[in-house]
């Protein structure tokens, strides 16, 4: 079992950046994938990006591809967001979770822990 606490939200004006961030407790960190989502009002949940537990393979969604990046420190237990570029579309609240099964992407599915999520809003 793996628990999750984000970090990094705010506002921002568009074009601006923002680090968000991923704490989470256990030994087995490494053995995760993390994954990014977001949620605005009256959405679906939807896939930012995700990162296995060695670090070695990510992927994107293509809203994002080229603006974010996603990347870990096991040594912390910590997986982190690098959001530049920011548009207002991508206003939302962000989640991170884990999924022990594999490299998952594209979807929520197979995420088994959930952080709380940390609210990032973007300002035109």
């Known amino acids: 079992q793996v628990q999750l606490v984000e970090s990094g939200g705010g506002l921002v004006q568009a074009g601006g950046s923002l680090r968000l961030s991923c704490g989470a407790s256990g030994s087995t960190f490494n053995s995760y994938t993390i994954g990014w989502f977001r949620q605005a009002p009256g959405k679906e949940r939807e896939f930012v990006a995700a990162?296995?537990?060695?670090?070695?393979?990510?992927n994107y969604a293509d809203s994002v591809k080229g603006r974010f990046t996603i990347s870990r420190d096991n040594a912390k237990n910590t997986v982190y967001l690098q959001m530049n570029s920011l548009k207002p579309e991508d206003t939302a609240a962000y989640y991170c979770?884990?999924?022990?099964?594999?490299?998952?992407?594209?979807?929520?599915?197979?995420?088994?822990?959930w952080g709380q999520g940390t609210q990032v809003t973007v300002t035109s």
């Open positions: 979770a884990a999924a022990s099964t594999g490299f998952i992407y594209g979807t929520w599915v197979g995420y088994d822990y």
């Open positions: 990162i296995d537990g060695s670090g070695s393979r990510s």
